[in-house]
């Protein structure tokens, strides 16, 4: 059963939840980190592309040196300044601007284009407010925080601005919200209903523009929807570093469009439209499948490569629509790459979702139910054990996906650690995606495409080898079973047929799988796994920081999370004695906190956290999260 009921919630407390779904360490389940810990936004005008590269330093840089996710501290005194919003005294840090300052204290402020991972142009006069002993007001995204500043964010002339520059805004703005596909989480719909909700004034035809206008691979522009904000040309050059949009003409003439010789096509494309406040840009994936206040969303975190991004995972009636950055200052900061929003498609293409037993070798097997597919597996393993126990020559395989859950990988290990006591010889091995640096770069994008490479060799231990040392065992025939969990091999579609083949000499073979693969069709015992958007869980990024994925829809068919097949065939097999075994993902982890997995063979654990003894799993600091409810969007603030 899944931990977050997809229920809909009341409105008041979808609002709740999604106010406080931000930061990392809740949100994200990496480390132990108070609210008041939190990382804030980087300083206006600060590159967020510069600040995400290895070894960068300054706000919103990755760690490279401290342990990631250890508690940190407190602003020093002298980095704070104290000032008054509407009449309160609050304390922030020093070089914060007033818009950021707002609304850390919970003051409502309407704003356009200013975004807090990109430089503030103060263009949309939205979020103008008034400071003591300044004759005109002032625009709180460009204007920082000074020491005894007094600010009014309500005065009548504050609100009566407010609704100018709105008004101002949807002069010529079309106003039909309820085709729109930006209707529900549309920044202007939203400001408008809070801050004017009065009749247009306009009496001549509305200035006509370019709409469902071909800017690249991935988006669309409605030129008419457009407020000119210029968001999206800042997330092309300071978060992609390419220049690939600007404005031309002027005045209510003004419009979006591609660099002469560009198109819409960097890596970080679709990040324009989530930061997009209206509906001018629109992702030709989701175009108009789906209302958004129909869908739920979930945090997770990408599987695309070993970056780890914090996302959400937008879904509705059991399936997932799109994929979108969720912030993490540790990681991602506020972006995602677009290779990474595709990954839902992998949840339900190409599915393994029953049982097969057969005779490998690429022969179809018959389908048979979880409990008889895991008990033959289980017998059949037992009598390889048995005699490998006795002292004939070979060992046993197993194989640690960095596709996997550390939760699974985990239990994968102790099956390891049985076998060892009982003194059969055991071999490891670590198993993925193929690498791609054709595909990766200094911002986010991993050459690594596995979620859980770092958890994978972990739990692996140090004595694990890798697919070529496989290849090698299974050429001289040095093990008799292999157990894989997941079914990923670093080769490429072309050659996979023949790598399968390698494993056609084994007595056994047990394959928990969640796409069905030429590979799979050679296990003699072939079980369907859950994919990552259905189980709880976590992984380990490239970094070492353990972060939390969580169950948005249920698993397809008969598909069950690793863990739990793990957990049947262990108890089958009679490998579960002195042993608690679980099947829950949240148990797993709790065990692995309590227990460091050492370097070294199976059977050497030591207690996590202790003084003087390392922690190289990093799951001494680590936490599973407090359990969330999928919230349903309802008006949602442009995700930005």
């Known amino acids: 059963m899944a931990e977050n009921p997809m229920t809909p919630i009341k409105p008041s407390i979808a609002e709740a939840l999604r106010d406080t779904r931000a930061p990392a360490s809740d949100a994200a389940a990496n480390v132990a980190q108070s609210p008041s810990q939190t990382p804030g936004h980087g300083p206006p005008g600060a590159n967020p592309a510069k600040a995400m590269q290895p070894g960068a330093s300054g706000p919103g840089a990755l760690p490279t040196s401290a342990p990631l996710g250890a508690p940190g501290s407190a602003p020093p005194a002298s980095d704070m300044v104290t000032l008054k919003i509407d009449g309160r005294e609050v304390q922030v840090k020093k070089g914060t601007n007033l818009l950021e ?53 309500s005065s009548p002339r504050v609100l009566l601005a407010r609704q100018q520059m709105l008004e101002f805004t949807l002069v010529n703005h079309p106003v039909d919200c309820p085709i729109c596909d930006k209707a529900g989480e549309c920044t202007l719909q939203k400001m408008y209903v809070d801050w004017d909700a009065t009749g247009s004034r306009t009496e001549f035809d509305k200035v006509h523009k370019p709409k469902v206008v071909d800017l690249g691979p991935t988006i669309v522009l409605d030129a008419e929807r457009c407020i000119l904000c210029t968001r999206c040309i800042r997330v092309c050059d300071e ?20 660099a002469p010789g560009h198109v819409l096509d960097n890596p970080y494309s679709l990040n324009t439209v989530d930061v997009c406040p209206v509906g001018a840009l629109t992702s030709k994936d989701f175009r108009f499948t789906m209302r958004v206040w129909e869908l739920y969303t979930t945090p997770s975190v990408c599987t695309g490569c070993a970056t780890g991004c914090s996302i959400e995972v937008h879904h ?19 972006w995602m790459c677009d290779e990474g929003r595709f990954t839902y498609k992998e949840v339900r293409h190409r599915r393994f979702s029953s049982a097969r037993v057969g005779q490998g070798r690429g022969l179809p097997g018959q389908l048979a139910s979880l409990d008889k597919a895991t008990a033959y597996a289980a017998e059949r393993l037992k009598l390889i054990v048995d005699k490998l126990a006795a002292g004939n020559a070979g060992a046993v395989g197993l194989v640690f996906s960095a596709q996997a859950q550390n939760e ?68 001289a025939s040095r093990i008799k079973a292999v157990w894989m969990v997941g079914e990923d091999l670093p080769v490429g579609d072309d050659l996979l047929p023949t790598a399968a083949a390698l494993f056609d ?45 969580r169950k948005a829809v249920e698993p397809a068919g008969d598909a069950r999370p690793h863990l739990e097949l793990i957990s049947l065939i262990a108890k089958k097999a009679g490998f579960s004695e002195g042993e608690k075994w679980q099947t829950s ?42 359990e969330l409810l999928p919230v349903q969007l309802r008006f949602a603030h442009s995700r930005g």
């Open 239 to 258: 978060v992609a570093g390419q220049h690939q949009l600007d404005m031309i003409k002027r005045g209510d003439r003004e419009i979006l469009t591609t």
């Open 101 to 153: 300052a707002c609304l850390q204290n919970g003051v409502d402020v309407s704003y356009f284009c200013y975004h807090p991972g990109l430089s503030s142009p103060a263009v949309c006069r939205q979020c103008l407010v008034e400071v003591v002993g300044q004759p005109k007001l002032v625009p709180s995204c460009y204007t920082p925080v000074a020491d005894k500043m007094e600010v009014v964010t």
């Open 585 to 626: 993902a949240r148990q797993a982890f709790q065990q692995m906190v309590g227990a460091a997995i050492h370097a070294g063979q199976p059977g050497q654990a030591g207690q996590a956290g202790q003084p003087g003894q390392p922690d190289p799993t990093g799951f001494a600091h680590a936490e599973w999260g407090r």
């Open 505 to 549: 000499g084994l007595e056994l073979f047990i394959c928990q799988a969640v796409h069905d693969t030429p590979l799979v069709r050679r296990a003699q015992v072939q079980l369907p796994a859950a994919a990552w958007a259905e189980i709880d869980g976590t992984f380990t990024n490239a970094k070492g920081l353990v972060q939390r994925i």
């Open 408 to 475: 699974a990988l985990y239990g994968l290990r102790q099956i390891g650690e049985q076998l060892a006591s009982k003194g059969v010889p055991v071999k490891t091995y670590v198993t993925g995606r193929q690498a791609r640096p054709d595909r990766a770069d200094n911002i986010l994008r991993s050459a690594d495409k596995n979620p859980n490479t770092q958890g994978a060799k972990l739990l692996a231990g140090p004595a694990a080898g890798d697919f070529a040392a496989l290849k090698a065992d299974l050429a």
């Open 316 to 334: 509705s009636q059991g399936e997932i629509w799109r994929l979108v950055p969720r912030e993490n200052p540790q990681v991602n900061k506020f």
